[in-house]
């Protein structure tokens, strides 16, 4: 098919996934929870390694990373890669509730469905032979799926890739699944992106790959191995370095080993998902994709953003990696805690591109993501909608593209490009946007983030790079809401026009929402935790609904 064709595929499935205030998009209606999905991938016949836990001994603060400042690097070897997928794709507990047992990851998902798997490609390391490796959370294993030939010579970096099994989301979400697989590559390429900064590694998202050559590289191609087991769709490869260089050859890999284990004993097709996977595969660039040094993004990025981000002072002073295994999602908020505005400003600043800190050093794109602000109690800044533009050259198309009664006031620092659209209480909207949930009214603020369709008729691939690049930007407010005390929640479940017509947008437009996300007092932590981000505690009567279900 041609470009345009793709692209017309795309909009079909964004058009029909979305929920409408009369309707929701195609899902099961019902559960069957004796078909719900194994949560964890296996290759039976692979020889496994097991990985140390050593995270606890990395001494590095959040505080710094946030900023940048990263410790020297680590040796590449099995202790330390072991470190990084315990803190990011890795568990973080295990819960159990009226006879139920399930696990927490690091790495959030919808409906903690966790669909994303990773990869680890290396050459020789200590501890560990050049090969093809499949990371099992559950285990904290290696399982080693392909070696290489004794006569080839194996890449000089360190390799990640991320898959997505979508009958994990679709058994639950339907026709929706898709969405939430991409937002759930995001998050993971964030998640990876802060662990390897504790270890003093930079990761850098690789475009120059195509879905074909990724699908090789992990194995995905080879049926035999999977046979009637839930296919794997190949993602995206993300690059370890500590120099910049341009990813290597890569050997072709040999000797595969393992089955993949089957996940349900039915399943449903969705159609439109096979359709929307396969349109918005991404070929192999023709030239090498350019990415700039952090060092040539510092002095302009640490000027503009570093006295913002430093406002915060009430940030924590927790170990990185103890506050990426300590962060879940709130599954209710208290609708009473606030947030001082200098921690707040900090944390809009933090959604800005800055190539010296994570996750946007692993990033290539200039920003598509604008997030509209519902505040509610932020102290020092009043209610309201406001609309944080992250990319410059979008100021006047967003201006043209919404309401022509929205004021658009400068708000905050001068370098800080945040404005006031419209001074109200907006407890009661944002509810009811998010799917009547209440968690949306009882946060300090609510998130809508608006993507650019602009380019999808060019690149229908691009399509996924929105839902990821919302991923990251949930990831850093996850994190963010952690280190001062408060939680977050990611909703996939919004009313997608519905938003758009408040916004003045087209529905069928240029903008278009993608994600929404939530911060404040979580009621399923202690008071004294959430005390050190308190401002004020103004009390507000909160909008009641019926909630649904979230990330965790």
Not at 68 to 81: H, N, V
Request: charged share 25%; net charge negative; hydrophobic share 45%.
């Amino acid at each position: 098919m041609s470009d345009s064709d793709l692209t017309e595929v795309v909009r079909a499935y964004h058009r029909a996934s979305k929920h409408h205030l009369d309707r929701y998009a195609p899902g099961p209606g019902r559960l069957d929870w004796a078909n719900q999905p194994d949560p964890f991938r296996v290759f039976a016949g692979c020889a496994r390694i097991a990985l140390p836990l050593i995270a606890d001994r990395l001494d590095v603060r959040y505080a710094d990373l946030r900023e940048g400042r990263l410790p020297a690097p680590a040796p590449f070897d099995l202790e330390r890669l072991g470190a990084l997928f315990e803190i990011s794709l890795g568990l973080a507990a295990w819960k159990e509730y009226q006879g139920s047992r399930w696990a927490l990851r690091c790495n959030p998902s919808s409906g903690n469905l966790h669909p994303t798997e990773g990869y680890l490609v290396a050459p020789q390391l200590p501890g560990l032979a050049a090969g093809v490796y499949h990371y099992v959370s559950r285990d904290h294993v290696l399982e080693r799926r392909a070696t290489w030939p004794a006569d080839a010579q194996p890449p000089s970096a360190v390799l990640l890739g991320l898959t997505s099994i979508p009958w994990r989301e679709a058994w639950k979400y339907g026709l929706r699944a898709f969405r939430y697989c991409q937002l759930d590559i995001g998050h993971a390429i964030a998640a990876l992106s802060f662990a390897a900064a504790a270890l003093g590694w930079r990761v850098r998202l690789e475009e120059t790959i195509g879905e074909a050559e990724l699908a090789t590289l992990l194995g995905l191609d080879r049926p035999e191995d999977f046979g009637a087991a839930e296919a794997e769709l190949p993602e995206c490869l993300l690059v370890l370095e500590t120099d910049g260089e341009a990813l290597p050859d890569l050997p072709p890999a040999s000797g595969w080993i393992g089955r993949a284990n089957r996940l349900s004993a039915e399943h449903r097709e969705w159609p439109g998902l096979d359709e929307v996977a396969e349109a918005t595969a991404k070929p192999a660039a023709e030239e090498e994709s350019r990415h700039a040094s952090p060092e040539a993004f510092a002095s302009d990025d640490a000027d503009r953003w570093g006295a913002i981000v430093r406002a915060a002072a009430s940030i924590t002073e927790l170990p990185a990696a103890r506050l990426y295994r300590q962060r879940r999602s709130a599954q209710a908020f208290d609708g009473v805690t606030g947030m001082a505005a200098a921690a707040f400003l900090a944390l809009l600043a933090r959604l800005l591109p800055d190539l010296a800190s994570p996750p946007w050093s692993a990033w290539p794109h200039a920003p598509r993501l604008h997030p509209v602000l519902f505040v509610h109690r932020v102290d020092g800044l009043e209610p309201g909608l406001y609309l944080l533009v992250r990319e410059d050259a979008d100021l006047a198309g967003l201006k043209s593209a919404m309401r022509p009664e929205w004021l658009w006031e400068k708000r905050g620092p001068v370098d800080l490009p945040l404005y006031l659209l419209l001074p109200h209480d907006l407890r009661e909207v944002a509810a009811q946007l998010s799917c009547h949930q209440a968690i949306a009214a009882d946060a300090c603020f609510a998130v809508s983030m608006l993507a650019d369709f602009s380019d999808l008729d060019e690149a229908p691939w691009a399509y996924r790079r929105r839902y990821w690049e919302a991923g990251l930007l949930g990831q850093v407010l996850y994190l963010e809401a952690e280190a001062i005390g408060l939680r977050g929640t990611g909703i996939g479940c919004y009313f997608d026009d519905a938003a758009h017509r408040l916004l003045g947008l087209d529905p069928d437009g240029r903008w278009q929402a993608v994600y929404q996300f939530t911060v404040g007092g979580a009621l399923d932590r202690p008071a004294a935790s959430r005390a050190r981000a308190r401002a004020a505690s103004t009390s507000f009567p909160s909008a009641s609904a019926t909630p649904m279900r979230r990330r965790s």
